[in-house]
């Protein structure tokens, strides 16, 4: 996007775009399981606390992650496969910023029946599963921060998920929107829109979403802007 930004250019080789699409949809179904997962984490953190460290101990962890990570790759591997497999008659132009197989599902001139009802499908699994996960946790998490008596405890412990669940609503939305009718009929530049929220503004807002959260990231960074301005009065 930016090599495209930077110059008049705007293609990129098919070899370059399976690349893309590949990688893309792995990191991004990767992506979709971990914010199921972190939800996980949060309720077993605020609903079992004194167990939270015997429950997520490193095994669990890297079994969780490590699942996400495969069946991230399984189904990049299956619907870029299959996509990449359609005939597009000559067909060259993308209407995209980048290799999104929703859009390529769109450039080829054969059936894509069979495509569009299995990336319906497991795009059901992939997002509506951790999704689900998602809801009944806070779900449990909401119950349990009403029966805290202390109000600054209950701001506590709603901060401590305010951020995830402000990715998760940047994230989840549009994916929904676009995955759930691959073939529809809406503006390609209202999808372009929404497809920025989940690879480029979540992306780029997560550092600071997570990050600037945390006492001690805060702390060091006002530290260095102290510092900065100290330095310029010198």
């Known amino acids: 996007m930016l090599f495209n930004l930077a110059g008049d250019n705007k293609s990129i080789t098919y070899t370059g775009c399976m690349v893309q699409a590949y990688v893309f949809h792995w990191l991004g179904c990767s992506e979709c399981i971990l914010l199921g997962i972190m939800a996980l984490d949060r309720y077993v953190a605020l609903c079992q606390p004194l167990r939270y460290s015997v429950i997520m101990d490193r095994k669990l962890c ?3 992650s490590g699942s996400a990570w495969l069946l991230g790759l399984a189904n ?5 496969t299959l996509t990449f497999q359609m005939p597009l008659c000559g067909n060259q132009a993308l209407d995209h910023f980048f290799c999104e197989l929703p859009g390529l599902i769109r450039m080829a001139c054969g059936d894509t029946t069979v495509n569009e009802i299995i990336l319906g499908v497991v795009a059901t699994f992939l997002i509506l599963g951790p999704l689900s996960m998602i809801l009944v946790s806070y779900g ?4 349990a921060v009403f029966r805290i008596p202390s ?3 209950r701001l506590k412990a709603v901060n401590t998920c305010s951020s995830h669940l402000l990715v998760v609503s940047l994230f989840y939305g549009p994916g929904i929107y676009i995955y759930m009718q691959p073939s529809g009929d809406d503006p390609q530049d209202l999808t372009k829109v929404l497809t920025l929220f989940y690879c480029v503004i979540t992306p780029m807002a997560n550092p600071f979403i997570y990050t600037l959260r945390n006492k001690e990231v805060t702390r060091a960074l006002r530290r260095l802007l102290r510092k900065a301005t100290a330095s310029k009065r010198i």
Request: proline share 0%; aromatic share 6%; glycine share 0%.
């Open 62 to 64: 890297l079994q969780l």
């Open 151 to 153: 109000a600054a405890r």
């Open 140 to 143: 449990y998490i909401a119950r």
């Open 76 to 80: 990049s591997l299956l619907q870029s």
